[in-house]
């Protein structure tokens, strides 16, 4: 594991630390700080502000009482009581990410073995230890939940964090999974009605949830009863969806769909109403090009109805590096040292396609090429694209180490790596209604702010250099977080 420590940051604390804001914080979160002070000041550092502007160089960024104060040329600064100083030559900084698929669980195939066979249930066990930590030491500052299945457990976790007493992000904690009667997941509640919709949504946004999401299975009239009475309360409603589409659900008032362009399933052969399709959006994606008639529509009707997509590139990256010229992607280590002895021979297991397991009926490079060419017309004709890993033990993708790979990859499907940033962070906090306060780094925000060893703008991998995390101006050090978790991510 390559070891990022304290001595390779050219980093200077000249005054001690002020106590007013430790003070709050539990001994369980002081052990991840680095830096807390009345007044920070990141000096001679690169900003890549979040709003898709062209990085700056040279600048100090201020924070005083949890706020970016101000943001000016660099200069050296001295010293003053109560006051940290960081000297950033050679790092970035960038608004902290606002992961919008971000789960607090891990998938588990009981029994997993090397012909891809499990015994049911599939299981999805919590990671209330380990991926709060893993996302707030990747550099996400906010997470939607984007599903739970121990929604008590999410919404006391928030809480927790928000009091200071556990380390990690800000949360949207998101209501358990809206999904019709069938379902191979036994954790998620079984639709049975618009009625039961309706019912589920109020009872859990009375207990704080601020988020939903509905599923494969879920009912056109069940959604729409679920969409109606979220809004009525100001919550705005996601899916992954199978048995409604894309048109449908926009047209239904949905406010976000995820995993980009890959479960459409509107021209899918055999697809009846209310019903997931076997095909689960491939063949659709594969027969829309990103200029054909069918995808424009499609484009037309989410734009006009504000409809954001939620591009989740990691999940999907490893099946079709699996058949990519020159094999698979390399692992990241890094995120490999975080998982569990079980979670890591998963990942092996899942990584070599056994004999007996035939190939997909569609070619994922082609799937793969199609939504990234979707998602970038979606953007370029002015829907809000937003990101997240999708965090859920297929493959490699791990809390925080997905979140990087997420703009590492919008920058393989053509976005500049501002724009890419942008996607991670402003468009997020769009999408929450929360942009006066975070997303981007301007005067008067939040002090949510990561800050990087290198230049994501010339080589995006840098953006995996993640040393320190500020989240309301408290810098928290990021490998003491992954230290704290190691071969923890899969078992709690
Ligand atoms: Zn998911």
Known sequence: MRHISASVLAVFIISLPAAAQTGELSKNVKQFVRVDAAKVVLAHVRVIDGTGAAAVEDRNVLIEDGKISAI???TDVTASKGATILDLRGYTVMPGIVGMHNHLFYIARPNLNSEWKSDPPVLVPQMTFSA????????????????????????????EIDAGKLPGPHMDVTGPYLEGAESYFIQMPHLTSAEDARQLVEYWADRGVTSFKAYMNITRAELKAAI??????????????CSVTYKEAAELGIDDLEHG????????????????????????????????????????????HHVAITSTLPVFEGSAAEFRDGGPTQIN??????????????????????GTVPRPKTDPKLLWKRDLALERAFAAAGGLLIAGPDPTGTGDVVPGFGDQREIELLVEAGFSPVEAIR?????????????????????????????????????????????IVFKDGIGYDSQKLLDSVKGRYGEY
């Open 228 to 241: 109606e009475a979220a809004h009525k309360r100001g919550i705005k409603v996601t899916g992954h969806l």
């Open 261 to 304: 362009f890959f479960v459409n399933t509107q021209l899918d052969p055999g697809k009846k109403p209310d019903m997931c399709s076997d095909s689960q959006g491939n063949y659709t994606l594969e027969h829309m090009e990103a200029d054909s008639v069918e995808a424009r529509e499609l484009i037309e009707t989410l734009v006009k």
């Open 72 to 74: 000016e040329n660099g």
């Open 132 to 159: 709060p930590r893993l996302y707030l030491a990747g550099g996400v500052t906010t997470m939607r939940t984007t599903g739970s299945v121990e929604t008590y457990a999410d919404l006391n976790l928030k809480r």
């Open 333 to 354: 280590q890094k995120a490999l040292d975080a998982m569990s002895p079980e979670a890591k021979e998963a990942f092996l297991l899942l990584r070599h396609r056994p």
């Open 423 to 467: 996607i991670a962070t402003l468009n997020g906090a769009i999408y929450l209604g929360r942009d006066k306060q975070i997303g981007s780094i301007a005067a008067g925000k939040n002090a949510d702010i990561v800050v990087i060893k290198g230049d994501p703008t010339k080589q995006i991998s840098d953006i995996e250099k993640v040393e």
